[in-house]
C-alpha cells in the first residue's frame, strides 16, 4: 500500500511540474511584431514589470459595427531593452517576442514577452492635404469696445 501512495504521489508532483513547466516557460509562438510604440512603463505592486503598448496599421472588427485599431498590449523582461524602448515612444519599432501560454507576476502582465528589438525608425511625415484654391478676401477689421 505505501508502494502505491508513493508511486502516485511522485506520479502526482512530476505531472505538476510538466503543467507548470507548459504552462508558464514553454515559448509557444515567437514573432515579428511592427508599428508605433505607444508607451513603455514600469510599474506593478508587488513585482514592478516593464508593460508597452504598440499601435499596428489597419483598422478590425471585433463586433459588427465597431471598428478598433491593431494593438499589442506586450510585457519586456530586460531592463536594458525596455529603457531603449522608453525612449523610442511615437517612433515605428519592429520588436521580436515569445508567445507563452500564460503570465507569471514577475514577468509581466501579459502573454507576450518582448526580448529584442529589430528595428527602429522615425515616422514618416504625412503629406500635407491639398486644399481647394480660395479666393483672395479682404481682411477684416474688429473694433474694440
Same mark, same amino acid.
Given at each position: 500500500? #505505501?508502494?502505491?501512495?508513493?508511486?502516485? $504521489?511522485?506520479?502526482? @508532483?512530476?505531472?505538476?511540474?510538466? &503543467? &507548470?513547466?507548459? /504552462?508558464?516557460?514553454?515559448?509557444?509562438?515567437?514573432?515579428?511584431?511592427?508599428?508605433?510604440?505607444?508607451?513603455?512603463?514600469?510599474?506593478?505592486? @508587488? &513585482?514592478?514589470?516593464?508593460?508597452?503598448?504598440? @499601435?499596428?496599421?489597419?483598422? #478590425?472588427? #471585433?463586433?459588427?459595427?465597431?471598428?478598433?485599431?491593431?494593438?499589442?498590449?506586450? +510585457?519586456?523582461?530586460?531592463?536594458? @531593452?525596455?529603457?531603449?524602448?522608453?525612449?523610442? +515612444?511615437?517612433?515605428?519599432?519592429?520588436?521580436?517576442?515569445?508567445?507563452?501560454?500564460?503570465?507569471?507576476?514577475? #514577468?509581466? &502582465?501579459?502573454?507576450?514577452?518582448?526580448?529584442?528589438?529589430?528595428?527602429? /525608425?522615425?515616422?514618416?511625415?504625412?503629406?500635407?492635404?491639398?486644399?481647394?484654391?480660395?479666393?483672395? $478676401?479682404?481682411?477684416?477689421?474688429?473694433?474694440?469696445?
Amino acid at each position: 500500500m #505505501r508502494k502505491v501512495v508513493s508511486i502516485t $504521489t511522485l506520479l502526482l @508532483i512530476v505531472a505538476g511540474a510538466i &503543467f &507548470f513547466y507548459v /504552462r508558464f516557460y514553454f515559448v509557444f509562438g515567437e514573432g515579428v511584431k511592427s508599428g508605433e510604440l505607444n508607451y513603455v512603463v514600469r510599474k506593478g505592486v @508587488i &513585482f514592478k514589470t516593464y508593460e508597452g503598448k504598440l @499601435i499596428q496599421s489597419g483598422i #478590425r472588427s #471585433r463586433a459588427a459595427g465597431s471598428i478598433q485599431s491593431y494593438e499589442f498590449d506586450f +510585457s519586456v523582461e530586460n531592463k536594458r @531593452i525596455a529603457e531603449q524602448l522608453m525612449l523610442q +515612444s511615437g517612433h515605428i519599432v519592429e520588436l521580436h517576442y515569445k508567445e507563452y501560454f500564460g503570465s507569471l507576476p514577475w #514577468r509581466g &502582465f501579459t502573454k507576450y514577452v518582448v526580448d529584442s528589438i529589430i528595428v527602429t /525608425r522615425q515616422p514618416q511625415p504625412s503629406e500635407p492635404a491639398t486644399l481647394p484654391a480660395e479666393e483672395p $478676401t479682404t481682411p477684416s477689421v474688429v473694433e474694440e469696445i
